[in-house]
DNA sequence: CTGAAAGCGCTAACAA
DNA sequence: TTGTTAGCGCTTTCAG
């Protein structure tokens, strides 16, 4: 079933049949309603291969996230791709399961299939340098959320800075630092996102203490174990994103204290695994629209301008650091 | 940078530089490697649209989700995506974003691309036939988690039943069923799992009540409320899925009751967002592994079996019920 | 406005 | 074992 099949029906050339189709060329209105009918009664459905490589472009953006199962990164894909759907474009999504090969492998293979751009969420700070330079070196390569130091690839992600600016100001505005002092609960993974947020907590707090593991569940769970044991009763635990302070939150609570009698809790991110928390976060929501909207933007500019994208997020107050 | 000249870098045919990039058929090792050296000195990589347009074949499996925030279908994407990984086939995932219109968009394109075979979580039980016959015309097409009545497409998904079952005997063997009378806190979504877990509960506790919603936290958060109002200060919520089971918790908990003291909490899905709850859930875990690879099975094979394939599902006990 | 024909990059018959 | 060549399905010059 060809485009000659439908052309054959409709008595015509292929070139006339592909204008018709395409809409590419005025054509006598006759005529293309007869391509469009025999196409209609065929079934006919064009072969996106043969079109890509006559035109030497897929309308496709890829997109390789480290592990899908990360709720933030999820949330990126799907925002993405319901920006990104409306506008002629595709997005498909690929996961390198946590490996820095097998990110590589899902780059060369985009590659390989002519897609017209690619968006990556580094697995590592620099072991996923080889695939942004494969990626930077033939597409617009669009580098989210977590930065690698050496590429030249645009890079969209939250302000984080500006993040732990909304924090602070909430802290200040709303904590006693006397009776519930502050305590940043972030991650050591070699990642740009947690170095800025851990930065950005450093500025307003220099003296405050800080934890560093991983970004997930079990890790606020051990962070929170540790607070008690080493004696604390009461604080202002910030972490680095709202997985951890689920952990937190659920240590705590299990532990006998109260959220936010005892411990206020906040959090990072603002979408995924946030409306799962209880009592609801206090958190740092990243603007996924505006950020899916610039990658969007990026993309269809074509010209890789070098400039980071850095959308401001906003500071949602929810019961576990409320703002009476 | 072409086959032709990675060919004239190595002074043979280009149909000997196919051969030897491919290993398709035996050749002398010399100019195997005089080939290989060429290809890489420039750094080429074989363009796939060409190469499925010729084979008649992309080595590519699609998958459609309805959405990938729902964390136990990106789960399943995960999962699927590391069994497929090594197969010599490629995962690619795109989202519907909830819209049926949107899947049939995706499905199509992915069937234009060539796709080998094509997985898909149906929207609607009933909107998503469409989809579902435009794929199983031409390609292997797996339907999964959730069956389309009327689709001939292979279903992949776990023995519902056998999962309920596995919930009855527990309840059975460890609850007193006159201090904690049990109750379904079910979906009513017209989804053949919402359907078959209820039915399965039915068939083990016919006289006890059920509510129905939505497979999302907010659902549980109001059927626990409904509880409460309606004078409940005991029971076992047996949740349609950990979601649910996450807002019944929280909202049991921030209201006062404990659990399993007052109410106990059982889940179903284990996987996704199964560890965020507190405590941490008794729930049926659906064999996600078994699910992957038996997808795997299907596709490799080649050959669509219409028989449906249901892994059964096994049951992790927590603090949220406990077999004490 | 339409048709003939070239050719995107690749592989697989067929020849040598 | 290697080379020549046709052609996968499509779009797009280039003529007419």
Redesign the interface.
């Known amino acids: 079933m060809t485009i000659r099949d439908v052309a054959d029906r409709a008595g015509v050339s292929t070139a006339t049949a592909s204008r018709a189709l395409t809409g590419s060329r005025p054509m006598s209105p006759d005529l293309r309603d007869r391509v469009l009918a025999a196409a209609a009664e065929l079934g006919y ?6 079109r ?2 006559r035109q030497q472009r ?1 309308s496709v953006i890829g997109l390789v996230v480290p ?3 990360n ?1 933030f990164f ?2 990126l ?2 925002h993405l ?2 920006v990104v ?1 409306p506008s002629g474009y ?6 390198a ?1 946590g490996d820095v090969d ?1 990110e590589y492998r ?1 780059v ?2 985009f ?4 897609m017209q751009s690619l968006v990556l969420i580094p697995c590592d700070e620099e072991g996923s340098r080889a695939s942004l330079d494969a990626a930077t070196a033939e597409v617009v390569t669009v580098q989210l959320d977590r930065r690698v130091a050496s590429s030249d690839a645009v890079y969209v992600g939250c302000d984080n800075a500006a993040g732990m600016d909304l924090i602070a100001e909430h802290v200040r505005a709303h904590v006693d630092l006397a009776v519930q002092p502050v305590v940043f609960v972030g991650a050591g993974t070699r990642s740009s996102s947690a170095r800025e947020r851990l930065e950005g907590f450093r500025r307003h707090f220099p003296d405050a203490p800080v934890l560093l593991g991983d970004f997930d ?2 890790w606020g769970q051990q962070a929170a174990d540790r607070l008690l044991d080493d004696g604390w009763t009461s604080g202002t635990l910030v972490a680095a994103a709202d ?1 951890i302070a ?1 952990g937190l ?2 240590r705590l ?2 532990r006998g204290f109260r959220v936010p009698g005892d411990f206020r809790v906040i959090g990072f991110d603002g979408v ?2 946030t ?2 928390a ?2 609801e976060l206090t958190t740092v929501r990243q603007p996924v629209e505006a950020i899916a909207q610039a990658i969007l933007d990026v993309v269809s500019a074509g010209t890789p301008e070098h400039s980071d994208v850095r959308p401001a997020p906003t500071l949602v107050v929810g019961p576990s650091s409320p703002a009476d």
Do not use: I, K, T
């Open positions: 459905r064009v072969n996106l291969l043969g890509a490589l897929m592990d899908l199962e709720p999820a949330a894909a799907e791709s319901r759907e595709e997005l498909l999504v690929a996961s399961g097998a899902g060369q293979s590659l390989g299939r002519q569940v079990r997985v689920l939150l659920s609570q299990s995924g695994v409306p799962l209880h009592p």
